[in-house]
């Protein structure tokens, strides 16, 4: 487990290690311990992938093969307040890509990027479902709806003003 | 539980459920011997939940304590389908149709109206079902509704979705014990054959054949799989089922395990649907509680689990062989087909894989039979679909219709037409692997063969509704980034083809166009159709050969006079100050984020102050200064 060391708390590396113990009998085992291994970290760095490696007897490569597979998985921290832009149809076809830029613009960082001091991170997706508010944010698990680039800019000043 | 007791238990809610189903008169009788004066029916779907239905739960708990009410049954529901008026909230026996709910207004209504001898609050009632001269129409007499059938969707919008009890009364876990009662896997496997019912998941496989196919396979392990993993953007229709009728998924899976002998099932599910997961987790825990899943169900003899397994993230799941390569834990790219999953599937054993809204269709069709099943619908196309209304459309939700329904029924009278006074241009059917059907088709009976022959698909059952400011061009970029972003690479088609395709549609946005340009993309869509391992690759050029095939003339214009028909496509755009009809006053200028608005000298006119004008060569052609003008003197071409 002295992977872990570098990437996490004694307490992180207890909780993945007891996922592992856990699991590792279950068929097909990786993508459950990815999840639940993202959900202690925030994130999936090599350590922790190594970790998993070890615990199930597999190769890094096959691990990692897994990781940048499925979009979810990220391999870089994430903000304190994930940001994260529908791009499905029903919001694209709404303005969807003109609200992302008018976030991209408020935050000050690009898609798929995270702010230097952690705040914030944006991201896309496609389709959360509420294609009857499009366009679409998330910000963490709040829904925000019927979005317009004037508005987007009030819902993300509530959050600068929350951290000031 | 025996069969006995589960008998027994529907008795117990069923008046509970019945007075939601019945009309007024009946309901209120009803209601009297149900313990609960009125019940008020919130929606806990994920729109009305983003829209913050918990707070009018909230609301309601605190008015109720306050004024003393407790004879009135607050039930929080899955997806009444009217996602754009959410969150929406139904009083019963009345069948008051409450929308755009607030917790204010809840305060409002408990106060007025659920109160003994209160009254329904007229002003806040979903304005379709107040009639112009104030009487008050039942919900399912609204456009919206009446020309809906909702089979897949029967339970949706009227049970406790958390309830297990509430699922049996309204008829879930009635089919399993018809089948383990009274049925063989043969005859089970006959019902579903003759009803006609086909894989609503897209590619529209005839279920019996699938089921058949997999019981004839040798081996003693087999299992049964649910694809859950709705990738396709704009359509939420399996999202729904799994969060307002769960139970009923379930049960049509371990019918499916006692048809096949099967005694495995998996749920693959995305993770991006939170609400879905939770109530499936429950009903899971519930099923096993009320002896209705795992071992000797019903005491009859029958064993069968479920596993919920999540997905990441990934489109090409939704391929049937992706799916079970990413259960067994690997990254999820499909294999080459034969064998065919019911030979050798999940873990190299026979299996079967249907998506959501076919299990929902499975109770109704063993309780009601094949023969009343296959007289809705269409010659080859039976039952009901469900689809996703969205886009450029009034009534923004979920509506189920029989197949054969007309483009036009759903969009005008359930959809209540396009806002806004647009015109309607075109619907996209089947997402990223569909195609686009333009205004003349509009009369066309939608159904499985009659979609692929005017060059769309059904797909999962996402409608999208594109009006006349939508760039044909733009919007098959836009699916073609999509694919080219989602292809999993394993097949060079899919992985150089998407891509390719993307660069071309991307220089013709950009008005760097040549006429060449659209022969290079036929060509390689035929490759591509042709060549791609799994149908990912081969229906990726779909979006394109559609609008190519409908709107050439839009591709025609972006190429050969650099402009942009609909007026979408940033490169090609100008921006240009009317000078007459500018007043001076200065709102562009203000606006304009790289101050590319300047006055000039000239004043038009019957005007005070002298026009503004737009240096071309700074506009990064925003359209902030159009949004601001509230004299219509910004023009953009």
Known sequence: MEHCAACGTPEQAAALKAVIEQSRSTPGCLMHILQEAQGIYGFLPIGVQKTIAEGLGISLSEVYGVVTFYSQFSLKPKGKHRISMCLGTACYVKGADKVLEAIEKEVGIKCGECTEDGLFSIDSCRCVGACGLAPVMMVGEEVYGRLTPEKVKTILEEYKKEEA | MTVQELDALRKKKYELIQVRRVVREQGEKMAEHTGYRKQVLVCGGTGCTSSHS????????????????????????????????????????????????????????????????????????????????????????????????????????????????????????????????????????????????????????????????????????????????????????????????????????????????????????????????????????????????????????????????????????????????????????????????????????????????????????????????????????????????????????????PMGTTLREIIEEIGGGIPNGKKFKAAQTGGPSGGCIPAEYIDTPIDFDNLVAIGSMMGSGGLIVLDEDTCMVDISKFYLEFTADESCGKCTPCRIGTKRLLQLLTKITEGKGEPEDLVKIEELAEHMKSSSLCALGQSAPNPILSTLHHFRNEYEDHIYNHHCTAGVCKALLSFTIDKEKCIGCGMCAKNCPVSAIARTDYVAPGHKLASFAIDTAKCIKCGVCQSNCKFKAVERK
């Open chain 2, 54 to 401: 918990a707070k009018v739960i909230a609301q309601l708990e605190e008015s109720f304590k306050e004024l003393g009410i407790d004879d009135v049954l607050i039930v929080k529901t899955g997806c009444f389908g009217l996602c754009a008026l959410g969150p929406i909230m139904i009083v019963y026996p009345e069948g008051a149709f409450y929308s755009q709910m607030t917790p204010e207004h809840a305060k409002t209504v408990a106060e007025k109206h659920l109160v003994k001898g209160g009254e329904i609050v007229k002003e806040l009632l979903y304005k379709g079902t107040v009639h112009e001269d104030g009487s008050i129409i039942p919900f399912a007499e609204t456009p919206f509704y009446k020309k809906q059938m909702r089979i897949a969707l029967r339970n949706c919008g009227v049970i406790a979705a958390e309830d297990i009890e509430e699922a049996i009364a309204a008829g879930d876990y009635a089919a399993i014990e018809k089948v383990l009662t009274t049925m063989t896997p043969d005859d089970v496997i006959k019902e579903v054959l003759d009803s006609g019912l086909r894989g609503r998941g897209g590619a529209g496989f005839p279920t019996g054949r699938k089921w058949s196919f997999a019981k004839a396979s040798a081996g003693d392990v087999k299992y049964v799989c649910c694809n859950a993993d709705e990738g396709d953007p704009g359509a939420f229709m399996d999202r729904s089922v799994l969060e307002g009728d769960p139970h009923c998924v379930l049960e049509a899976m371990t019918i499916a395990g006692y048809a096949i002998g099967a005694h495995q099932g998996y749920i693959y599910v995305r993770a991006e649907y939170p609400i879905a997961v939770e109530r499936l987790k429950i009903a899971i825990k519930q099923a096993h509680e009320y002896g209705l899943l795992g071992k000797n169900i019903l005491g009859l003899g029958f064993d069968f689990d479920i596993e919920i397994r999540l997905g990441a993230g990934a489109f090409v799941c939704g391929e049937e062989t992706a799916l079970m390569t990413s259960i067994e834990g690997h990254r999820g790219e499909p294999r080459p087909r034969p064998p065919f999953p019911a030979v050798k599937g999940l873990f190299e054993k026979p299996t079967i894989l249907n998506n959501v809204e076919t299990w929902a269709n499975i109770n109704p069709i063993i309780m009601k039979g094949a023969q009343w099943y296959s007289s809705i619908g269409t010659e080859k196309s039976k039952g009901t679909k469900v689809f996703a209304l969205g886009g450029k459309i009034t009534n923004v939700g979920l509506v189920e219709v």
